[in-house]
């Protein structure tokens, strides 16, 4: 790092911050890039002083410091609300990796679990909820034989390559998982929604971005021989990030999705609320997240006036559909 001549005591300062806490937003950093100025000048600096400018290029100088280490201060909006989230992240480890150092071998495959209930489990073509409830990680903290076969195919794999065998996970008590999921919300892997639904964080999207595509983007995932790929884990049509909250296109196997808030701009500039891939009308009523449960219970309008389904609806039924509904409400 001594080699970037820019590259000065306030940038490990500032490097120092942000690998004290999981995220900094520019409103978080701005007193601490003041007392980090105050301390360089000998003269105090206001955090109103400091500016979008300050901030870009502290991060941009820092990011070159770091990035023969793997590091990076990569940025994100919340999928909810506009703001913006830094945090630094490891741009090539996978998540059981970084989780070795804190948690044992049993907590960090109940966390490959959650994982596969998130993106897999309960990330279908009828429901794309990514997300789990309490009474679901409740479940998940025991290891049931679908996940012991599971694991036993992924440490066969590792084996393969090389890896030490690793043996079966065990399981942990419904207690150990809750405070677990606690410990990961703290430390700002997951967030919890006021009904009860965790998700991947900001954060964690930003870090596990490669290796969630590469993890459940399977081309084995293809429907029937020669069926078109669907991937799991999908982006917005508008940002490119990834998208576990938002909404999706009516059509089921049509891969547009929009996050809430960049609908407005996105159909503004396309001068008509259609989906851009497969021309259908935008409905704004098919849901990614913990809404599609809701949506699915929801008779649609189409639905109520004439007893069946409108075309292309994502409404539910049948009995497979019933118990998928079933499952993901956990």
Not at 27 to 49: C, G, M, W, Y
Not at 214 to 225: F, I, L, M, V
Not at 244 to 265: E, F, M, Y
């Amino acid at each position: 790092m001594s080699g970037n001549e820019s590259y000065n005591d306030s940038h490990r300062a500032f490097l120092q911050a942000f690998m004290a806490r999981s995220t900094m937003t520019y409103e978080q950093a701005k007193p601490v890039l003041a007392a980090i100025f105050s301390a360089r000048d000998n003269q105090d600096t206001l955090p109103e002083d400091i500016t979008q400018a300050d901030f870009s290029n502290y991060i941009a100088i820092i990011n070159t410091a770091i990035s023969p280490f793997d590091l990076e201060i990569r940025s994100t909006r919340h999928q909810t609300d506009l703001t913006r989230i830094y945090a630094l992240v490891n741009t090539t480890s996978d998540p059981l990796t970084q989780l070795a150092t804190t948690y044992n071998a049993n907590e960090i495959a109940f966390v490959k679990r959650v994982l596969d209930a998130m993106f897999d489990t309960h990330n279908t073509p009828r429901l794309e909820v990514m997300a789990v409830s309490s009474m679901q990680v409740a479940q998940l903290a025991r290891v049931t034989n679908v996940a012991e076969r599971r694991e036993s195919a992924a440490a066969a794999a590792a084996a393969a390559n090389g890896a030490p065998a690793a043996g079966v996970a065990q399981s942990l008590g419904i207690r150990e998982a809750d405070d677990m999921m606690k410990k990961l919300v703290e430390e700002g892997w997951f967030e919890e929604s006021r009904k009860g639904f965790f998700t991947l964080s900001p954060r964690a999207l930003m870090e596990l971005r490669g290796w969630l595509v590469a993890t459940y983007n399977d081309d084995d995932d293809n429907y029937g021989q020669g069926g078109p790929r669907i991937d799991k884990i999908k982006t917005c049509l508008a940002c490119k990030d990834i998208i576990t909250v938002g909404q999706r296109c009516s059509q089921r196997q049509c891969p547009g999705r929009l996050h809430d808030i960049c609908t407005q701009n996105f159909f503004r500039r396309q001068q008509a609320e259609t989906c851009p891939i497969c021309k259908s009308q935008w409905t704004g009523e098919h849901f990614v997240g913990e809404r599609a449960i809701v949506a699915a219970n929801r008779p649609s309008t189409t639905r109520r006036r004439s007893g069946r389904p409108a075309e292309g609806a994502s409404s539910l039924g049948g009995d497979d559909d019933a118990g998928e509904l079933a499952d993901a409400a956990g």
